[in-house]
Nanobody
């Protein structure tokens, strides 16, 4: 069974930075994508950043130049470095792994951007 556990969320002032981590355990194979999503109160979950199957990265337009997705060579830990955070980016951030069988989600970590 694959498990994903996010950490690193918290309260940060506007313009500040946070680094989220996603620890991945279990049998990992035939990965299609690894990604970060977020869901703000009253809104739908949206993609933030992702690794595609060939290892390239994609970002939502709203975070380009400020967020960076990375992972370890073993692909058992994924990170999201978030800089210049804005209040509207307050949300629960989730990591996701999709392989040929199914999509796996973590429990989420709360990020609150407020002064």
């Amino acid at each position: 069974q694959v498990h994903l556990v996010e950490s690193g969320g918290g309260l940060v002032q506007p313009g500040g930075s946070l680094r989220l981590s996603c620890a991945i355990s279990g049998p990992i194979f035939s990965i299609i994508t690894m990604a970060w999503y977020r869901q703000a109160p009253g809104k739908e979950r949206e993609p933030v950043a992702a690794f595609t199957s060939d290892g390239s990265t994609n970002y939502a337009d709203s975070v380009k130049g400020r967020f960076t997705i990375s992972r370890t060579n073993s692909k058992n830990t994924m990170y999201l470095q978030m800089n210049s955070l804005k209040p509207e980016e307050t949300a629960v951030y989730y990591c996701n792994l999709r392989n040929i069988l199914r999509s796996y989600w973590g429990q989420g970590t709360q990020v609150t951007v407020s002064s």
